[in-house]
């Protein structure tokens, strides 16, 4: 088979894409017309794909508004979401309705890290823990050296964590407006250099990642400790509301949250939500977000009380929400107007888009959850869904 | 806030599409000029969105030659990633060209079955248990209940999990084509009405759904029951080739497995692999598959051995990969042109698609853990991605 | 250092036990008086220990009595508990005062399993996933080879969980009135000769064992799929009576529920009740069951609702208790008399036991959650534990 | 059914622990003639248990010597192992041969810290995070208040975990040669009722434990963060030594953890490791520990490594080591001469027994692992366990 075409000087043009496409039709059999349709000139592209041949038309819609009273978001947002899913955009418009009549979704970002997790190899357990001791006292230091590479990014803390004659750095940096998986990778690198060069007594060898990050894939320890943004979205529903707007009860919501999470206590599952992956994939396609982490950023925690007065406090919590307003893909055109259409485009709007993702997914998790209890999930997806009967 | 304009009847038009972005443009004072532009008649879209607006311009480029061993995929293909991220795709060429060069990945599809678990409540857990009995007694009619509902779904087995006076039944079926979240669901809901029916002793309630399932967030339950397609990519690399290609050798590899392993272990994490996720979203988004189930499909296991004579045996298993060919945003415009550029559109090919994402994946691990053993992982984030020096 | 002295035709005798204490104590310095101590002839021993040498003289208070309304125990029990740790049995005992007044502990089996896991590699993941049909094939004779090396092993079926070119085998068995691991080992090491034998085709080398089964060490698989027993136990709590005996509601016995649940999820922690492991291990060394057993049969699940009426429901899910009422230590003196006041020694026993201990425990959990909640935990603890003030 | 005979001022005579037995006994039809029989006065027990009747007699063998190269324990020991396993004794000496011949076990402790973990409940997720900044400001009062019920407890550092409206204090110790639970209990309480007298903003209630310690089971988080002791045992076998003493390779043994480590990554195990409880359970039965503990002490990570020569280098790490040189039963008679055996009684010697604790495991692992290996684990436990052919 031939090779995609290339050239290195001038990739980025509408011609070389159209070459590439030729090829492939070629090759397949296929046609890319629509892959070839797009309204921006190519040349945007360096540092976020190789080999641009076209694009992927995702249909999009907008929930909305959304009503937040966060620290970052406040007032309505009409909120795009990028999917092919049907259903998908009515349920979480559904959820906004109701939470808008309830006064809206109050959002809080509780903490902010993104990492990279060498792992350091020693001689033996004493050795690794003096290492770690050593980076202790030279934290300052290591500071100030993997801060040289960056203009934004600023280490936080080191975390360690020891196994046999391993010690596990997990360097926790915030990122300004960044998600930042680069700038903290590069950053830890150049210490992690500075760091052999000193010649640490049983050191053998370092990886500068062994997935303890944890990285496109979660974990109990992202749970714990958070990677990205820690957000909180919660309100307390008037129990008048759940009723005319969702066609159930506070006591039915809450009865089956009671069995959610026996499901998620026996499975062992990441989370004990519904689906907080739907609305924070469709937020990412269509923000320009790093769509592959939705792996760490789907996962949290869902939690609710009957008030004496029968109204219902919810609250969702996602510990790895990984979001950029710069940087990454979201200089794109349709992905700059999308977070745009929020305001959220840009320096200074990382914690306000993150706190739209959170209100967001909590509209979902309360249109999915009463629709599930008022059995109408399935209907729902027949008049909306595509195998309609 | 204004509202979004909808016309029941017509709510598929052009026209529609462009009054909803001028309402969030007049709302946002964002421009969505390009969200605006799109190649298809939204006439297609019913079942896939409601609102449409717009669409986000996804950028595609081609990975490849894949040289794909598989038993529906046989031969080289083009595959087709859309993403932001630089260096996603040249990274995953890299490990295409070594794969290729080593004769190709071997794929096969261990296990094929997606889920609705509802949850039944009784009196006690004698009932439970009794239920549990009555539930294997009856097993034939519930899967003719159940299969009244859908063309294509079989109900394969159903999973009988217990806690307290809680049945938990996990129904299994094969979908086709389909990835089939939504035909399960109301296979499930048909076959429980019918339950219900039968003033089953001391049954109080169920639920549809309770986190056993686990849809759209991953648990060790879906890493060893499969959701979705459960699959294996592997092949054995030529000592001589890891060095002429990746510029290290199998030992190091292999270390870096061990290390990568005992970060997995220490963290919890649901996945031992590096990034999974990145390749599975980029094809997922490309070709029109529900891509909030990155979530669950970007769990999986790596595996490698040294062989007595230097190469390097390596595999990937992803138990929960959910694809489909059919339905959901397969038949979109762009979505449809990258499936039949991989010859995998349509009616029964939704195995030959599941091969090709497993042998996608097992590329960028190699292609990832060996820039990371070479130190090339930064250099060639520098030369290809955004933060560039 | 000298060795110590082994007599192997007459080992187990008071003279060698006392040799073997005399060069300790030269070794140390330290006495071995009340370790030399016990009360029986040590000719009864071989298959418990080797080189025996004394005895723990572990102290056993009675709790109850325990009013059990099980399908194998019916009645009122007086529960050995040996542990050192003050305030245990008490804590305890005011449980069962608890639950007797409220009518009694309902408890029911569940399930029933024991397993063994080998794990058979193969040349490629084709070969192992023939290796899944071979064996579905093969069942019945896999069947009897495994079952002819025990009297009272059962195989009750097959498990298969792959992994790249891995096929773990999950043998599970009923075994009697024994807990069973070595049992099982035996029979599945049989059965995989057997199967060894047959030339399997891209057969490389299979381990008996490998972490699946999974052996003296906790893991979400033991908890979906049951190790040993899988046993409830449940009440419903009159309000009254919880205020009486336990000075707190069932709201805030409820709202603590809601609390822990949460911390679980969070921590990923393998079991959501309190203290599991406080009655389970003090029974055990009572008993006479494998106490090492603890790792696994203390996880569970509690769960609990609050009736309209006010009154609290509450269960507790041991789903991989290991007991035994025949082999291992159940029938040194000590242990069998315990036993015996159980009315749970010997032949057709194991259910009975199983049923009691998960009474007790329901016990506990109830009573050390009332404590939290009623701020009785830290003065209980003053008034009979160790540090006194 | 009688009630237990209690005689508050002299509950702890030979006289009323016969009163109590014989209740039984006549409730029962036993005889607890052997349960009766115990060499030391009861009085000595108040603070060990509630209602003594008596003793459990666990037999002892002492496997060993075990040549262990700590900083705290250094050279041989006979360490007493209370079971009714047959065959464990047996196999742990074989794995103390093994490593006495290769010069010995490295034995490092890591880490220290107990836990108690209430958790915070307020208005909503601003009033939790605020409160999260407080505790840091008054760090200093907070530990000074705790600190204030305690002579050797020592407040190290609070962790701070969020999940929405809820903040859970992670409340790490040192608490000198003690376990330290009740310990921290009381402390943590005392500190908590400190801050509740602040009247802190938003703060509705508090629980002073909800799972999150987690006492008396595992979880990730402990595998992380350490509970009481963080121990590493570890060694380098020359390749000779496998052969002649467990008549297997290092290539075997390092093929067998490529293995366990798949099952324990499939299963989601918290512990990679073969059978730790059980060195573990029966140390700790014999020293006077709390054996309930062995819920989190068990679990744990093995790694190794195949050294260029041949050789094997090999680790056990036990991240939540509960282990007590002072207070709870290590004083009662046959525990303290168990201890004393050990030299590991009283003040200043936990991290003595808890290095000592680590080379046992170690060599069991070696042990154990070995035997599958070479396929003499059927063969081992039909000549020394119960079910002899």
């Keep these: 088979m031939k090779r995609l075409p290339r050239d290195p000087g001038h990739d980025y043009t509408r011609a070389m894409a159209k070459a590439r496409r030729e090829l492939v039709e070629e090759a397949s059999g296929a046609s890319l017309e629509h892959v070839g349709q797009f309204s921006f000139d190519p040349e945007s592209l360096p540092g976020n794909l190789e080999g641009f041949s076209g694009v992927?038309?995702?249909?999009?819609?907008?929930?909305?508004?959304?009503?937040?009273?966060?620290?970052?978001?406040?007032?309505?947002?009409?909120?795009?979401?990028?999917?092919?899913?049907?259903?998908?955009v009515a349920s979480y418009n559904r959820g906004m309705r109701l939470t808008r009549e309830a006064g809206g979704v109050r959002t809080t970002v509780i903490d902010d890290a993104m990492q990279r997790a060498p792992c350091f190899v020693f001689r033996d357990a004493r050795a690794a823990r003096a290492f770690g001791g050593w980076v202790d006292a030279h934290y300052d230091d290591i500071k100030a050296k993997a801060e040289e590479t960056t203009r934004f990014g600023r280490l936080r803390d080191i975390e360690q964590y020891a196994v046999g004659k391993l010690r596990f750095l997990r360097f926790n940096y915030t990122t300004g407006d960044a998600a930042g998986q680069n700038m903290v990778t590069k950053a830890t690198r150049h210490a992690c250099q500075w760091i052999e060069a000193h010649k640490i007594d049983g050191l053998e060898r370092y990886a500068l990642a062994a997935n303890l990050d944890t990285d496109k894939k979660h974990s109990p320890l992202n749970n714990l400790h958070t990677r990205g943004k820690r957000v909180v979205a919660e309100l307390t529903l008037p129990a008048a509301l759940i009723r005319s707007v969702m066609h159930t009860t506070a006591a039915a919501l809450f009865a089956q949250r009671q069995l959610s999470n026996m499901g998620s206590l026996l499975s062992g599952s990441v989370c004990n939500g519904a689906?907080?992956?739907?609305?924070?994939?469709?937020?990412?396609?269509?923000?320009?977000?790093?769509?592959?982490?939705?792996?760490?950023?789907?996962?949290?925690?869902?939690?609710?009380?009957?008030?004496?007065?029968?109204?219902?406090?919810?609250s969702v919590t996602i510990p790895s929400l990984i979001v950029a307003t710069y940087g990454g893909g979201t200089g794109l055109p349709t992905q700059r107007e999308c977070l745009e259409a929020l305001g959220a485009y840009g320096a200074g709007k990382v914690l306000k888009l993150a706190e739209i993702v959170a209100a967001t997914v909590l509209c979902g998790e309360l249109s999915l959850g009463s629709a599930i209890v008022a059995d109408e999930w399935v209907s729902s997806h027949e008049a909306l869904g595509r195998n309609r009967p």
Tied chains: 1, 2, 3, 4.
């Design 56 to 88: 992927a038309q995702v249909p999009i819609g907008f929930a909305g508004p959304l009503l937040v009273d966060g620290e970052h978001a406040r007032g309505e947002f009409f909120v795009p979401l990028a999917t092919t899913e049907g259903t998908l």
């Design 275 to 314: 689906h907080y992956a739907n609305g924070i994939t469709a937020m990412f396609i269509a923000c320009g977000q790093d769509v592959a982490n939705v792996a760490e950023s789907s996962a949290g925690f869902s939690y609710g009380e009957i008030l004496d007065n029968g109204d219902y406090y919810f």
